[in-house]
């Protein structure tokens, strides 16, 4: 059965058994089924405020799922390599499509449309600053790397290949005429 909601009923989007979708009508058969008048006449839309809220914590939880758990030792001590870095599991670069999963998108897309809303917009785009900020750190530890981001985030910067570094420079020196070499004494 084909199902489609009804206009503005956030009560019965977000109930996942299809049965209770009071708002919800069947198209092949025409039959319409109104939403009870608790839930649809009242227009419960979220608190915009708390919308904010929730969506920054949840980039937030996002951000410090990425950078994984502390291994602990028996005592509960935090575990170190041999340089004395502590040892961390479930560590994972943060990407675009995670975050927007982890902030209740379908797509990479609808995050980057949602982007532009006054509503969540400022939060996104920090959030996205943050993946950003961490791609653009791994490109710093290759010369490659930081060849690129010299290239697109500086304008005016170009690495000039070394047949265009060399040009030709002649000299001519007092005493001497053009076209003819000077004489060595031995």
């Known amino acids: 059965m084909i199902r489609a909601s009804c206009v503005g009923c956030i ?8 049965e209770t979708w009071g708002c919800h009508y069947l198209l092949d058969t025409g ?5 009870p008048a608790h839930a649809c006449t009242k227009k419960q839309y979220p608190d915009t405020q708390k919308v904010r809220t929730q969506t920054m914590l949840r980039a937030v939880r996002y951000f410090s799922e990425c950078r994984g758990r502390a291994v602990l030792d028996e005592k509960g001590t935090a575990m170190r390599a041999k340089d004395g870095t502590p040892l961390r599991e479930g560590v994972h670069p943060p990407t675009v499509a ?3 999963l982890a902030l ?3 797509s990479r ?5 949602a982007a532009q809303t006054k509503e969540l917009g400022d939060i996104i785009r920090w959030s996205l600053g943050k993946c950003e900020e961490y791609l653009e750190e791994k490109l710093c530890e290759s010369a490659a790397g930081v060849k690129l981001s010299l290239m697109n985030n500086f ?6 290949s070394p047949d265009e570094a ?10 001497e005429s053009h076209g003819q070499t000077p004489q060595q004494n031995i």
């Not at 897309?109 to 449309?113: G, H, I, R, S, V």
């Not at 304008?155 to 000039?160: C, N, Y």
């Not at 060399?166 to 005493?175: K, P, Q, S």
């Open 11 to 18: 009560y019965h989007r977000q109930l996942g058994d299809a």
């Open 31 to 35: 039959e319409l089924r109104g939403c």
């Open 98 to 100: 995670g975050l927007a």
């Open 104 to 106: 209740g998108f379908c």
């Open 109 to 113: 897309q609808d995050l980057k449309d």
């Open 155 to 160: 304008p005016g910067w170009s690495e000039s």
């Open 166 to 175: 060399h040009t030709e420079i002649h000299v001519t020196l007092e005493g």
